[in-house]
T-cell receptor, first 113, second 115 residues
């Protein structure tokens, strides 16, 4: 069964600290893996996208890693800011098909001053 | 910004009414997918339109219907609204080349409340 699981479910950190979010998936074969940031009541915004051949991708203070062998990905946030408070969703996609996006359960991050 | 716009951003409807949500896809994209996201849940696939035809459908009843226009913008129509239809409705725009999917870009969503 194609699944995407994320941990932790929620996380509270102090402003300025780093954190790492985890994503494990069983989707196969997969085309790419994306991390999205979703503010409450808003659409997801893409942070990074990686194909199976890429190991790491950075976007400012966000760095995603991918291990296609173990089917694991992580999103590392450096020097967190209050505006980083949001849900972070890992999405794994098939290359073909209509319903080709498999959404993780999300990690709710809260950054406190 | 993704270039994908949805309207309206918020909507309140009464049970039994009908609603139409709109999505303008990113320039050059030929595919629009619609998702329903209940509070605290992940998005659920409703259906996808590719080149003006429905290309796949999730587990939603026929009262959820859609359209895609020649400019690839799309509408989601929901008839006979139920309280459980209250959710954030997302559209995602992408380019499908020879049935291969490229990255999807999401709109900001429409928050529908059914009372």
């Amino acid at each position: 069964k194609n699944q995407v699981e994320q941990s932790p479910q929620s996380l509270i950190i102090l402003e300025g600290k780093n954190c790492t979010l985890q994503c494990n998936y069983t989707v196969s074969p997969f085309s790419n893996l994306r991390w999205y940031k979703q503010d409450t009541g808003r659409g997801p915004v893409s942070l990074t996208i990686m194909t199976f051949s890429e190991n790491t991708k950075s976007n400012g203070r966000y760095t995603a890693t991918l291990d296609a062998d173990t089917k694991q990905s992580s999103l590392h946030i450096t020097a967190s800011q209050l505006s980083d408070s949001a849900s972070y969703i890992c999405v794994v996609s098939f290359q073909t098909g209509a319903n080709n996006l498999f959404f993780g359960t999300g990690t709710r991050l809260t950054v406190i001053p | 910004e993704t270039g994908v716009t949805q309207s309206p951003t918020h909507l309140i409807k009464t049970r039994g009414q009908q609603v139409t949500l709109r999505c303008s896809s990113q320039s050059g994209h030929n595919t629009v997918s619609w998702y329903q996201q209940a509070l605290g849940q992940g998005p659920q696939f409703i259906f996808q339109y590719y080149r003006e035809e429905e290309n796949g459908r999730g587990n939603f009843p026929p009262r959820f219907s859609g359209l895609q226009f020649p400019n690839y913008s799309s509408e989601l129509n929901v008839n006979a609204l139920e309280l459980d239809d209250s959710a954030l409705y997302l559209c995602a725009s992408s380019l499908k080349i020879d049935f291969l999917n490229t990255e999807a870009f999401f709109g900001q969503g429409t928050r529908l409340t059914v009372v």
